[in-house]
């Protein structure tokens, strides 16, 4: 069978645990499967290269960007084949261009256009372990793109797919999808199984363990991902197709997010076309808008909030300044002092009353609701970026979640 296993950052840190990996990689492969394993880059080295980058420059070209970042998992591949080849395992590693992976020009944030196998089949049908650098391609002018942070989970995913492999492991440094990150509640519970659509909203809405494209393209695809520790054995986190209709659990994790920034224009004049013509020059700037709040009409005027990745929050100023006196404004402030917290459930569509305990949740811990935005399986509320962890706490706790599964 085809395996595609993934392992992160966290996973190949140091060269010992690299020859960990190789231990993992070489027993999957002599129990007769094809694998192909994708890599991120060793523990740090891409926050360290973006480090690097600060002190040269405040404004970093966006394709110089992509040529520095792609360097770290260029190292990670290279070194696990090497260490593959000590104990004689047929190997060979591939940069993202190498393995076929074609995206489009989105320096930093590229997507994945399509995945040309003919290299990637070859390789395999002589038996050898093919080791691909995560998080990377090339587009249509041959210059290298990144995927955007976390990119490697959806490097994984797009290979599985375009191989037809039977699964898609994720070795991560947890056991698996818990109901909320356990770094911040310890009594966190791992998932058994989770479903496609929870997942791409716990990912959404700031779950690292998983890219949420990577959740998306497993969505589409019917690839069923596992995620588990590279550390140990135990099975993981299961996220597939499952049957939600009787879901007795209103929530099934809770997640939160320090990467937002929340923006508010004050009294804007009130008449047709003016959102319109704010938020379509956003979207031209490619500013990613999430939730947006206006505030009830008084004396023709309105406040118009929303908030945006922090990494948007420079040239969403640009857009607002540019507008101000067309949207008739007084003014407008940015807050990056902001975070999102999430409860997501399936079940939540057929529990009433969600919502309420949500905010009794917050209430009870004193921390004020700046914005809040529901769909049919999530509710998000922007908070102060400080309450963070105690209004996580508070959830997972209101929500009994210590006791799932
Ligand atoms: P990798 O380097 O393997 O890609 P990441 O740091 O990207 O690892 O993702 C794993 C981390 O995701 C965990 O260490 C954990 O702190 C965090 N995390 C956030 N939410 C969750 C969750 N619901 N379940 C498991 N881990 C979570
Ligand atoms: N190395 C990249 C990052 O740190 C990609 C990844 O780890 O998935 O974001
Ligand atoms: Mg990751």
């Known amino acids: 069978m085809l395996i595609v296993q993934k392992?992160?950052?966290?996973?190949?840190?140091?060269?010992?645990?690299?020859?960990?990996?190789?231990?993992?990689?070489?027993?999957?492969?002599?129990?007769?499967?094809?694998?192909?394993v994708v890599v991120s880059a060793m523990g740090d080295t891409t926050d360290n290269l973006i480090d690097l980058v600060r002190k040269?420059?405040?404004?970093?070209?966006?394709?110089?960007?992509?040529?520095?970042?792609?360097?770290g998992e260029q190292v990670a591949?290279?070194?696990?084949?090497?260490?593959?080849?000590?104990?004689?395992?047929?190997?060979?590693?591939?940069?993202?261009?190498?393995?076929?992976?074609?995206?489009?020009?989105?320096?930093?944030?590229?997507?994945?256009?399509?995945?040309?196998?003919?290299?990637?089949?070859?390789?395999?049908?002589?038996g050898k372990i093919i080791i691909v650098a995560g998080f990377q391609g090339i587009n249509r002018t041959n210059d290298i793109t990144t995927l955007g942070r976390g990119g490697s989970d959806?490097?994984?995913?797009?290979?599985?797919?375009?191989?037809?492999?039977?699964?898609?492991?994720?070795y991560t440094d947890v056991d698996g999808v818990y109901t909320t990150d356990p770094r911040i509640v310890p009594e966190a519970q791992k998932l058994k199984e989770v479903s496609y659509a929870e997942m791409l909203e716990l990912a959404s809405l700031g779950a690292a363990v998983l890219h949420p494209r990577s959740v998306e393209l497993a969505m589409k695809y019917?690839?069923?991902?596992?995620v588990r520790s590279s550390f140990n054995q135990n099975p993981g986190t299961i996220v597939k197709e499952v049957n939600l209709m009787e879901r007795s659990q209103a929530v099934t994790g809770v997640a939160y997010d320090h990467n937002v920034a929340k923006i508010g224009i004050f009294n804007v004049l009130d008449k047709p076309g003016i959102a319109y013509?704010?938020?379509?020059?956003?979207?031209?700037?490619?500013?990613?808008?999430?939730?947006?709040?206006?505030?009830?009409?008084r004396n023709d005027r309105n406040d118009i909030s929303f908030t945006c990745n922090q990494a948007d929050v420079r040239k969403a100023i640009e857009v607002i300044q540019a507008q101000l006196s067309e949207l008739g404004a007084d003014g407008f402030i940015?807050?990056?002092?902001?975070?999102?917290?999430?409860?997501?459930?399936?079940?939540?569509?057929?529990?009433?009353?969600?919502?309420?305990?949500?905010?009794?949740?917050?209430?009870?811990?004193?921390?004020?609701?700046?914005?809040?935005?529901?769909?049919?399986?999530?509710?998000?509320?922007?908070?102060?970026?400080?309450?963070?962890?105690?209004?996580?706490?508070?959830?997972?706790?209101?929500?009994?979640?210590?006791?799932?599964?």
């Open 77 to 126: 591949i290279s070194l696990l084949a090497m260490a593959l080849k000590e104990i004689d395992k047929p190997v060979i590693s591939l940069t993202g261009p190498q393995a076929g992976i074609f995206t489009d020009c989105g320096h930093t944030k590229a997507k994945i256009l399509k995945i040309e196998t003919q290299r990637l089949k070859n390789e395999l049908k002589q």
């Open 334 to 405: 940015s807050d990056e002092k902001v975070a999102k917290v999430s409860i997501v459930g399936a079940g939540m569509v057929s529990n009433p009353g969600v919502a309420a305990l949500m905010f009794e949740a917050l209430c009870e811990e004193g921390i004020n609701l700046e914005m809040i935005s529901t769909s049919e399986i999530k509710i998000s509320c922007i908070i102060r970026s400080e309450d963070t962890h105690k209004a996580v706490t508070a959830l997972h706790k209101k929500f009994d979640l210590s006791a799932a599964n």
């Open 154 to 170: 959806t490097t994984a995913v797009a290979l599985a797919a375009a191989l037809k492999a039977a699964l898609c492991e994720i």
């Open 7 to 36: 392992y992160g950052g966290s996973s190949v840190a140091t060269p010992e645990q690299i020859l960990s990996v190789v231990q993992r990689v070489a027993r999957t492969h002599s129990e007769g499967n094809s694998i192909v």
């Open 277 to 297: 013509r704010l938020f379509k020059s956003l979207s031209d700037q490619k500013v990613n808008v999430d939730m947006i709040i206006q505030s009830a009409m």
């Open 222 to 226: 019917k690839i069923p991902l596992i």
């Open 56 to 71: 040269v420059t405040a404004n970093p070209d966006d394709r110089e960007m992509d040529v520095l970042l792609s360097t």
